[in-house]
């Protein structure tokens, strides 16, 4: 190797030392960390005590657990799809060419952007249950007794999918306009030149052509459910009851609040394990659906 080459990738590596640095302390670090903690018993005020995987075992009997792991499969099973089918839709409205155009891609991306802490606000006051604009409309409509929302053990995480999508669909929405105008419109014109209709050319062109871009998506939605913590802290704070408890909210109260950092590491692993799982599925999924296109 000449040592121009040496003296190239030194420069590169000295470019890549800074984000280096910061995946070792704030990634890398946490993760062996966490991993070496969850196998101990561990209150912060009193030494670690080594306790082998009854952390884990403990995860069985442990309702609490239980039932933050299915509310956050039920929030992420809604969630995704919904969330994908509104960017979509919303990018092929807005991948049209007309007047203002870029004031409404603005308007639709705005929420993503804003402060959550004032979005949850806000999206509370609406679902207020007496005062509410929501309620009082349903009142209006002849509705006698409408939902109590976010004080209601059936509709608490509803509400929290409808925000979480009102605030995500403008950032996905950017993704897919991405996409859309990388296909070549020659294809579109071809297709209406053979008889194609407008789903006809969805379903074989636009479909087909953003499957990357889906893939991705779905991989940044589904690591991005399972990690859902400020909405819910901030809206429902893992009620009523434990209706909207999901598993990072857990995590936090089993480690801030009950200070028992070992527990809350090996709920953390068993995450981290399902979030990989989840991923490496979509990887081999993405693959048998290219090769099938």
């Known amino acids: ?32 960390c966490s991993m070496g903690l969850s196998f101990m018993e561990w209150d912060s005020a009193n030494p670690m005590v080594f306790v082998g995987f009854e952390n884990f075992k403990r995860l069985w009997t442990d309702d609490t657990f239980k039932i933050s792991l299915w509310n956050t499969v039920y929030y992420s099973v809604f969630t995704v799809p919904l969330t994908m089918a509104a960017a979509l839709g919303l990018a092929i409205i807005l991948n049209q060419k007309m007047k203002g155009i870029n004031i409404f891609r603005t308007i639709f991306f705005f929420p993503h952007v804003a402060s959550l802490v004032a979005i949850a606000v806000v999206w509370n006051l609406l679902f207020h249950p007496t005062l509410g604009p929501v309620n009082n409309i349903l009142r209006f409509l002849g509705v006698a007794n409408p939902p109590g929302w976010t004080s209601s053990i059936d509709w608490a995480m509803p509400v929290i999918i409808i925000v979480s999508i009102w605030k995500s669909m403008g950032y996905y929405m950017i993704l897919y306009l991405s996409g859309l105008q990388a296909i070549p419109r020659e294809l579109y014109e071809a297709a209406k030149v053979d008889g194609a209709n407008s789903f006809q050319r969805f379903k074989s062109i636009t479909l087909p052509m953003l499957t990357p871009t889906t893939f991705f998506v779905s991989i940044m939605l589904t690591i991005a459910c399972f990690k859902v913590f400020d909405l819910v802290s901030v809206m429902t704070n893992g009620g009523p009851g434990r209706a909207t408890n999901v598993l990072v909210f ?44």
């Open 1 to 32: 190797m000449t040592k121009r080459k040496v003296k190239n990738m030194a420069i590169a590596y000295l470019f890549l030392l800074p984000n280096l640095i910061g995946f070792l302390i704030f990634t890398l670090i946490p993760i062996v």
């Open 250 to 293: 857990n995590i936090y109260n089993t480690a801030f609040i009950n200070y028992e950092f070992g527990y809350a590491s090996a709920i953390s692993m068993i995450l981290f394990i399902i979030v990989l799982a989840i991923t490496i599925v979509q990887f081999r999924a993405e693959k048998k659906w290219v090769s099938y296109m």
